[in-house]
């Protein structure tokens, strides 16, 4: 592994005044913070910093060491970064492009469940190829592509099965996205082939026909229309370029119905659909992909709020809630068992009469 690929595929952060800053630009600390402007070179060795990726959070001071004030510091502030992962303080120096070692370990990791992400995802890379075999042989797979972790992560998926040459991508902004160059990145770092369409003028040309029959549009017919114009478009590339949709949510997001009935919650193969969101990100870091990618913050793109803040809880607590019936904190295990009831209906096939005839 050389540098720069250890540098994308973690998070970088720094502590200083009295905040913890991140950075998922694959930058080493000095370019990022020094070069960045953002501390002076005499502040460099004082702060702690440190990086987290999928096998822990490290923390060290100066050149790499630690002491009773790093120790301090990282069990102050490992929670901001994830709660789940082991901690550890300093690190003992190697060769680059070699794991360091850490020197000593503050927090064991909380283990929720043994996934075996090696054999996982070389099984779902075999999935997938095999369903296209069955189900569309010589078929292309064709996604949405927003540049966040689960579009990339089922994109990476599908090129390793299918190869490159049968993924297309399709990014799919409501006017300006403001993270719209992720997306390109994605499709670049890929190589696959892929379509811009900007759903702004369907989704105005939409509103306007409703108006006209004086229905008034109310928030969440306005959030949810964007997600089904993007799932209309998705299908009618597919049905021009011999395609097969992916369905790109995981098993969290279904589990609570945070989907889009006729939107995202649509296609024809669902490779992330029983894995959950930590699941997800394993196979992301196993694959090699960007940290900034697989550990970026998840939104919907729809009313400028993150996941968590329209959940109201996080992603850990939900994963924890899955696997072990708690997350630890009773109100939140309340309202994730709400939002499971009031949602489980989403899942299920569409209800049909079953008529009182016989039929052979």
Known sequence: MTEQEFHNQRVAFAIFDDKLH????????????????????GQFNDIVRGFMDSTGIYFYQGDFETNEYVEDMALSWYSTLHSTLPVYCGMIKGNVGERWKPIKCVKEGINMYNFDVAKNTEALIKWIRDWFDENGKDCNAVLGISGGKDSTIAAALCVKALGVDRVIGVMLPDGEQSDIQDSIEVCNLLGIKNYTINIRQALDASFKQLKDCNIEITEQCRQNIAPRER??????????????????????????????????????IAPLGNLTKTEVCAIGHYLGLPSKFVDKTPSDGLCGKTDEDNLGFTYEQLDAFICNETCGDTRIDVLIHDKHSKNEFKLNPVAKYEPCVYRA
């Open 22 to 41: 991140t950075c998922y630009d694959g930058l080493s600390h000095y370019d990022w913070l020094v070069k960045g402007g953002l501390i002076s070179e």
């Open 231 to 268: 799932t209309k478009m998705i299908r009618a590339i597919c049905q021009c370029e011999n395609g097969r949709m992916i369905n790109t949510c995981n098993y969290s997001e279904d589990y609570v119905g945070y989907f889009t009935i006729g939107g995202d919650g649509g296609g024809d």
